[in-house]
C-alpha cells in the first residue's frame, strides 16, 4: 500500500501519514520498499510488537463480532423471536464510536421486559466491549404493521440486516 492510499484508508492527511509511518519506521514496526515517489510500505512480522500486540489485536479485533453475536444469541435466544443486527456494524463500515444497532422482535404483547433486559446487557456490554448497544424492541405486530407501511428504517434492516437468532425477520413478516 502507498503513503497516500494508507492516508485515505486511515482519514488523515498526507503529511499526517508520512509523520507516522516515518515514526512507525523508525520503531521497526513497518518496512518500506522501493525508491522515489511511490513508496511501498509493509508490516514488519518479525518486530516483536507486531507479533506480540499488534497481530493479536488484529485477531482479536476479528473475532469482536462473532464473540458479540454469540453473546446477543445466549442473552435474547429465549425472548426475542428475532433479533437482527442493522447499521454500520451489519454492513461492516462501522468505525471508532460507532454503536452496534440490534432490533428485537418478540411475540409477546408486552415488550417491555426485552426492552429492560436490552437495556441491562447494554451496560454490560459497553463495559465488556467498549462499543454502545443500541437496541430497538418491538413486539410482531408493530414490526408488521411498519412492514406494511414500508417504513424506511425497516426497509433497510431487510435489505442489510444480519439474523442472529435461527427465526429470520422476513420469516415474521408474512
Known amino acids: 500500500m502507498s503513503g497516500r492510499a494508507a ?7 498526507h503529511q499526517a501519514c508520512r509523520r ?11 518496512v518500506r520498499q522501493g525508491a522515489g515517489h511511490t513508496q511501498l ?14 497481530l493479536p489485536m488484529f485477531r482479536a479485533e476479528k473475532s469482536f463480532l462473532e464473540s458479540a453475536r454469540l453473546q446477543i444469541r445466549k442473552e435474547f435466544g429465549r425472548q426475542a423471536r428475532t433479533a437482527t443486527l442493522f447499521g454500520s456494524t451489519a454492513r461492516r ?24 433486559r436490552a437495556r441491562l446487557f447494554g451496560k454490560r ?16 405486530r408493530e414490526v408488521r404493521a411498519k412492514y406494511r407501511k414500508a417504513d424506511p428504517l425497516l426497509k433497510n434492516i431487510l435489505a442489510h440486516g444480519i439474523d442472529l437468532l435461527s427465526e429470520r425477520l422476513e420469516d415474521i413478516l408474512k
Open 93 to 116: 463500515e462501522d468505525e471508532p464510536g460507532s454503536d452496534v444497532d440490534l432490533l428485537l422482535v418478540t411475540d409477546a404483547p408486552n415488550k417491555d421486559p426485552l426492552e429492560e
Open 7 to 13: 492516508a485515505r484508508a486511515a482519514g488523515f492527511t
Open 41 to 54: 510500505v509493509r508490516l514488519n512480522f518479525e518486530n516483536i510488537l507486531v507479533k506480540e500486540a499488534l
Open 20 to 30: 507516522a509511518l516515518r515514526d512507525l519506521e523508525s520503531a521497526g514496526i513497518i
Open 125 to 140: 456490554f459497553i463495559t465488556e466491549y467498549g462499543v454502545r448497544f443500541s437496541p430497538m424492541a418491538l413486539t410482531t
